[in-house]
């Protein structure tokens, strides 16, 4: 089976812009989770979605926002980019939902200038 | 507030010996305790899991001890190897049904492991 991946890997943006980033769970998996990782403040929930619908949002501003798909692919979009943005950002997918076993995918790394 | 506090923040340790990571947490309503492994430039890993029903569960050189009066889990990774040199993290949420649907992450701690 394959495992979770997002594009794109790498991504640089200045700051204003908006950027948007992908996630495809493992095939049957219809729970997507969205996590912010950075040095200072380790691993932090976005949101999480499960048959298109969000189940649950972290403490993020509204710049912050995402979808799913009937395919169950995902994706998050920042708007109005701030240096602050950078940041590792972390898709993982569960059969039901993070009371379940979560599989991550690699990560995009986004750096805003 | 941070609901799930983990420590030491870095640990040392020679091959062959044990390495243990422990971590509390504040809510009870939490029922699902898994351990994440992350090496630079990947996504977490995930290791192993427990839920409260039990207090150890093993599998292979990692098992997680649960002590639920003290609110309490822990990673020992046995016979410690260098290849287990990475960051480690414990998680913590409220699964089967209920509306959290997220886990909560320790700080991590970063796992050296001498030859």
């Known amino acids: 089976k394959a495992g979770v991946t997002q594009t794109p890997r790498y991504l640089i943006k200045t700051r204003g812009q908006q950027v948007t980033l992908s996630c495809s769970p493992i095939s049957g998996h219809r729970s997507v989770s969205w996590y912010q990782q950075t040095p200072g403040q380790g691993l932090q929930f976005l949101f999480e979605?499960?048959?298109?619908?969000?189940?649950n949002k972290g403490n993020f501003p509204g710049r912050f926002s995402g979808r799913q798909f009937s395919n169950s692919r995902s994706e998050m979009n920042v708007s109005t980019l701030e240096l602050g943005d950078s940041a590792l950002y972390l898709c993982?997918?569960?059969?039901?939902?993070?009371?379940?076993?979560?599989?991550f995918g690699p990560g995009t790394r986004l750096t805003v200038t | 507030q941070q609901q799930v506090k983990q420590s030491p923040q870095s640990l040392i340790v020679q091959k062959g010996g044990i390495s243990i990571i422990n971590c509390a947490y504040e809510n009870t309503a939490f029922d699902y305790f898994p351990w994440y492994q992350q090496f630079p430039g990947k996504g977490p890993a995930l290791l192993i899991a427990?839920?409260?029903?039990?207090s150890e569960k093993k599998e292979g050189r990692f098992t997680i001890s649960f002590n639920k009066s003290a609110k309490q889990f822990s990673l020992h990774i046995m016979d410690s190897q260098p290849g287990d040199s990475a960051t480690y993290f414990c998680a913590a949420s409220m699964g089967g049904g209920g509306s959290n649907y997220k886990l909560t992450f320790g700080k991590g701690t970063l796992l050296t492991v001498n030859p």
């Open positions: 993982a997918s569960s059969f039901a939902g993070a009371g379940y076993e979560q599989y």
């Open positions: 979605y499960f048959s298109e619908t969000q189940r």
């Open positions: 427990i839920r409260p029903d039990v």
